[in-house]
């Protein structure tokens, strides 16, 4: 069965104080993985997929990277705005159609 | 383009009586997603359509749970009757085919309360 697990649940963070969000995960063959944004009240927003390890991808202040146990994004110099809380997911070779298996997510608070 | 519309946006029912959600998919998605997002938790698949036809329904409670999406296009997934445990908020989320390239887009969802 596919397994995601994101750490930390909750992270504080004054405003520029970079930091990385860790997700790991077993998966019998990885199609992809994916990043999301969920601000509160709102459904999922889709920031990212990466396919293999050694993969990165960007955008404005988050970095996301693929290893083959794990992934992490990163948040450089973050701002208020990216208070959210990030969802991770994986999407496995062979499963039904193309579902997601999402972590339960780490809720980030960004201070000014 | 439009997105991913659910209604209604909450509802507050009392156990043992029935609920049901819509969902209308962005434009020519084929594939259609209902997902369970408990309080403080990650989204979970209930089931998911390809057209009018289930893909995998593997973790749909069956016995209180149903789901149809008639044409191909609109959805709606009902509960009957509801038990305190579903209170969540109820996903739609849809995609365009099963290619890699596919991430999946989510509506607002149905914030639902069971007393």
Redesign the interface.
């Given at each position: 069965e596919d397994q995601?697990t994101?750490s930390p649940e909750a992270l504080r963070l004054q405003e520029g104080e970079s930091s990385s969000l860790n997700c790991s995960y077993t998966v019998s063959g990885l199609?992809?993985l994916?990043w999301?944004r969920q601000d509160p009240?709102?459904?999922?927003?889709?920031l990212f997929?990466l396919?293999s390890a050694g993969e990165e991808k960007e955008k404005e202040r988050l970095k996301a990277t693929l290893t083959k146990k794990e992934s992490f994004l990163h948040i450089t110099a973050p701002k208020p705005e990216d208070s959210a809380t990030y969802?991770c997911?994986v999407?496995a070779i062979g499963a039904?159609?193309?579902?997601?298996?999402?972590?339960?997510?780490t809720r980030v608070l960004v201070k000014p | 383009e439009a997105g991913?519309a659910q209604s209604p946006r909450y509802k507050i029912i009392e156990k043992r009586q029935s609920v049901a959600f819509w969902c209308n998919p962005i434009s020519g998605h084929a594939?259609l997603?209902w997902y369970q997002q408990i309080l403080?938790?990650?989204?979970?698949?209930l089931i998911?359509f390809?057209n009018n036809g289930v893909?995998?329904d593997?973790q749909l409670p069956k016995d209180r749970f149903s789901a149809e999406r008639l044409k191909g296009v609109d959805s709606t997934l009902k509960i009957q009757p509801a038990k305190l445990e579903d209170s969540a908020v109820y996903?739609c989320?849809s995609?365009t085919y099963?290619?890699?390239?596919?991430?999946?887009?989510?509506?607002?969802?149905t914030r639902l309360t069971v007393t």
């Open positions: 995601v994101q199609r992809g994916f999301y009240g709102k459904g999922p927003e889709f997929t396919y969802l997911a999407q039904a159609g193309n579902k997601l298996t999402f972590g339960g997510g | 991913v594939t997603y403080g938790q990650g989204p979970k698949l998911q390809q893909v995998d593997s996903l989320a995609s099963r290619g890699r390239n596919s991430p999946l887009h989510f509506g607002n969802g």
